[in-house]
């Protein structure tokens, strides 16, 4: 997954007031960007695979002056794309998972791309489109903060 090899490189380059950095007073810091992705593979995926309740707190992956380490920042990443690429094995393995509406059963949800009757393929597009667009945006910081990045 090229989204995740990106974004550990780029976090692995940056140093740790980067991580915490924002742009703008209204931009959001290394640090949110994997908070968020990192409470959206959970809310979506381990209530699933594993019947954890979402306790996420969406309003505190924003926070301005949220706090984490280089290696929290590493790890939540790690992960998430640990756990999405999880639930792509399981849907791979059984495909007729991919129309199933997992989140029947739980209580109502209030994602503005998931509700409750989307199915499990809708919910990895949707996981698509915003881990690469948040992965996008943490890269950009780090190159904002670093310059020039290294891939190898």
Known sequence: ?????GTLKAIEQVSEEDITWHPTPESNSIANLVAHIRGAAHSRIETILYNIPDKRDRDKEFERGLTMTKEEAYQHAQDAFDMIL???EQLQSEPEQLMSQPFLHLPPLTY???NNE???LNLM???FREVHYHTGQII???KMRKGELTWD
């Open 140 to 142: 950009y910081i780090a």
């Open 112 to 114: 503005s791309q998931v």
């Open 125 to 127: 597009m949707a996981m």
């Open 1 to 5: 997954m090229s989204e995740q090899r």
């Open 86 to 88: 999880l639930y792509l």
């Open 118 to 120: 989307t199915t499990a």
